[in-house]
């Protein structure tokens, strides 16, 4: 039997089939390099993405010099208002060349218009916590009663009754 080759012609042909959507939509808010929307974190770092999102890029009339908005609550603003030159000289590398020549901050509730309802941080995921199974725990404090050291074991008790737990699941 012949091995069996391996290809990613499936992926090509579905990246070339969104390529084109995805540009198009980014191009309509200006984002003439929609790596500004998807990597935005890995642009401008952790902690400005936390407090803000770019929501316009628009041209002057001569086509260079662009405006980039970025959407702030009003508590964070003057943050990023201290921080203009440095985001915009990010941005630029971005684009190869000084194709951003302002940022502008726009300031909106959490609540309101559909702009300021952007959720600038994930919510955390809450996992419940698995009850207690007194039979799981006598079987991991069991299994390492042989260990003399009072945390390890105490320590490899926990992570024995966490394994028995996700196993029971």
Not at 119 to 128: L, Y
Request: overall charge positive; proline content about 6%.
């Amino acid at each position: 039997m012949a091995p069996r080759r391996t290809s990613t012609k499936g992926f090509k042909r579905t990246d070339s089939l969104l390529s084109a959507k995805i540009r198009q939509a980014s191009e309509t808010c200006g984002f003439a390099q929609s790596r500004l929307l998807t990597q935005w974190a890995e642009i401008v770092g952790q902690d400005v993405a936390a407090i803000s999102r770019p929501v316009e890029v628009s041209y002057g009339r001569g086509g260079m010099g662009a405006t980039l908005t970025l959407l702030t609550t009003g508590a964070n603003a003057p943050m990023l208002e201290m921080q203009k030159e440095q985001l915009r000289a990010k941005v630029n590398a971005i684009y190869g060349f000084n194709a951003i020549a302002r940022v502008r901050v726009t300031q909106t509730a959490a609540t309101g218009f559909a702009e300021g309802q952007v959720a600038f941080a994930p919510q955390p995921k809450t996992h419940p916590e698995p009850p207690n199974d007194p039979v799981l725990q006598q079987r991991a404090a069991e299994t390492v009663s042989p260990v003399a050291n009072e945390a390890l074991r105490d320590a490899l008790a926990r992570l024995g009754e966490n394994i028995l737990n996700k196993t029971k699941r």
